[in-house]
């Protein structure tokens, strides 16, 4: 069975810290895999997403990177932390068929920037 | 306007009532529709999908609406334990597949 695993599980950084937060999948291969942010009491906000190995695609404009140097690796980053990048990270990974595109959640990281 | 819209609530209601939320999605090439639900401080998970025909899962009923790019969700007899957050959420085709969730609808079913 797939399985998705993120880490660390909470984080508490100064701004101006950087930042990695990865992401990996087990039991399927090719996976579409994505990084979503919720700030608190509001809705998942997608950062990035990827269909391949080094293929990224950038929803908003920010501070953030993401990469994916294996097929079920992915990771978040930053090179300087701002207070706006508190939030809860999501890390999910979906098929790519029509019938499972349905998107399967790592646990989340919640990072608090002070 | 957004890819996927929903009123973010919150509804409150009773136990024992029924409730329903609306999704709207502007990709008209979307493939696949799911009702997500998150619990708070919690990863969403998989609440059902959306046919085309319309399911139901017990006491859920998802419908979708093509022509007017709607997605339904109706919980009826409500339970404490249905308070959460609904993410309605929406996969649009053209070989990457991009999922995209709503900012959800808070429900509170009050005793």
């Known amino acids: 069975s797939q399985t998705i695993h993120q880490w660390p599980a909470t984080l508490v950084q100064p701004v101006g810290s950087p930042l990695s937060l990865e992401c990996t999948v087990e039991g399927t291969s090719n996976p579409n895999l994505y990084w979503y942010r919720q700030a608190a009491g509001r809705g998942l906000q997608l950062l990035f997403y990827s269909v391949g190995i080094g293929q990224i695609s950038s929803e908003v404009p920010q501070n953030l990177s993401a990469s994916r140097p294996q097929d079920r690796q992915f990771i978040l980053s930053s090179k300087k932390l701002l207070l706006s990048d508190s939030g809860f990270y999501l890390c999910a990974w979906s098929g790519l068929s029509t019938t499972s595109t349905e998107a399967f959640f790592g646990q989340g990281t919640r990072l608090t920037v002070v | 306007r957004k890819e996927v819209e929903q009123d973010p609530g919150p509804f409150n209601v009773p136990e024992g009532a029924t409730v329903a939320f609306n999704c709207t999605y502007s990709n008209s090439a979307s493939q696949s529709f799911f009702w997500y639900r998150q619990d708070c401080r919690k990863e969403p998970k998989l609440l059902m999908s959306?046919?085309?025909s319309g399911n139901e899962d017990g006491r859920f009923t998802a419908q979708l609406n093509r022509a007017s790019q709607y997605i339904s969700l109706l919980i009826r007899d409500s339970k404490l334990s249905d308070s959460a957050t609904y993410l309605c959420v929406v996969a649009a085709g053209g070989g990457g597949f991009k999922t995209i969730f709503g900012a959800g609808t808070r429900l509170f079913v009050k005793a």
């Open positions: 959306v046919y085309s």
